[in-house]
């Protein structure tokens, strides 16, 4: 199989990347409604809703705003307003889902913690749509840099780079199932589990950034870059209370 994966079936391009990405929108949904009619939830169903509702809003604002932060620099052409349009990043669509969560929470006057639910369909989703971004190559920006590191992979240029990619997933699936052991194994507080997840994962992406060929704009950082670090700003009690908890236990 080449990279990009480009399948062609009765004559018609197969756009499988957008296939891919609304199979992991329901997937991921269809995992949440099955993990919330095995556990009973603490928040009712129409607030429950509404929580919902201010996670798509904020992650599609979230998704576009930080896509183009990525490149500030495009032109306002009709070509480059449309592709504008279509840009987004997972980073962004976490965050900004965050927020909007926060938001609807405080509007509708829920106290409750929300985010265990989500935790494991959105690693989930997150895995099924790198899938795609894996098998699109360089036709999408989430290749990585020249290499000569042993897993160096030629992604449709010619060039053998890191296949970010890749590593994510075996990030994925590696945290997917330490998420599940700790929660079976320790008694976590609501709302925690997406906390350990969000902190994870905004670490990883933190650290795997430096493997991409970015733009960057502030202090030698990327604005995903930057955003990570905003993220673990947000969680900074959390991160305080974990660690003075890990010394606790080991001394």
């Excluded at 495009?74 to 909007?100: P, R």
């Excluded at 008694?187 to 430096?210: A, D, H, Q, T, V």
């Amino acid at each position: 199989m080449n990279i990009p994966f480009e399948p062609v079936l009765f004559g018609y391009n197969i756009n499988y990347h957008l296939i891919l990405e609304y199979l992991a929108f329901f997937i991921g949904f269809r995992y949440y409604v099955y993990l919330r009619k095995q556990k009973k939830d603490v928040i009712s169903g129409i607030n429950r809703l509404s929580i919902i509702l201010g996670a798509a809003i904020g992650a599609l604002i979230g998704s576009r705003l930080v896509g183009f932060l990525e490149n500030p620099l495009v032109t306002f052409y009709n070509i480059h307003f449309i592709q504008l349009l279509n840009t987004k990043t997972i980073m962004g669509g976490l965050f900004g889902g965050l927020l909007g969560v926060e938001i609807a929470k405080k509007i509708i006057g829920e106290t409750q913690s929300s985010g265990n639910l989500f935790t494991f369909p959105i690693i989930v989703g997150i895995f099924i749509g790198r899938i795609g971004c894996f098998l699109s190559g360089t036709n999408e920006f989430t290749y990585g840099s020249e290499t000569t590191f042993f897993a160096r992979m030629d992604l449709g240029d010619g060039v053998l780079r890191h296949p970010v990619s890749l590593y994510e997933l075996v990030f994925l699936v590696f945290l997917f199932f330490i998420l599940k052991t700790l929660q079976k194994s320790i008694p976590l507080e609501n709302g925690l589990l997406f906390k350990y997840f969000m902190m994870s994962y905004f670490s990883f992406r933190f650290f795997i950034e430096f493997l991409k060929p970015n733009m960057f704009y502030i202090l030698g950082l990327s604005s995903i870059q930057i955003l990570c670090i905003i993220c673990l700003f947000y969680y900074y009690k959390t991160i305080y209370q974990s660690l003075k908890n890990a010394i606790k236990y080991a001394s």
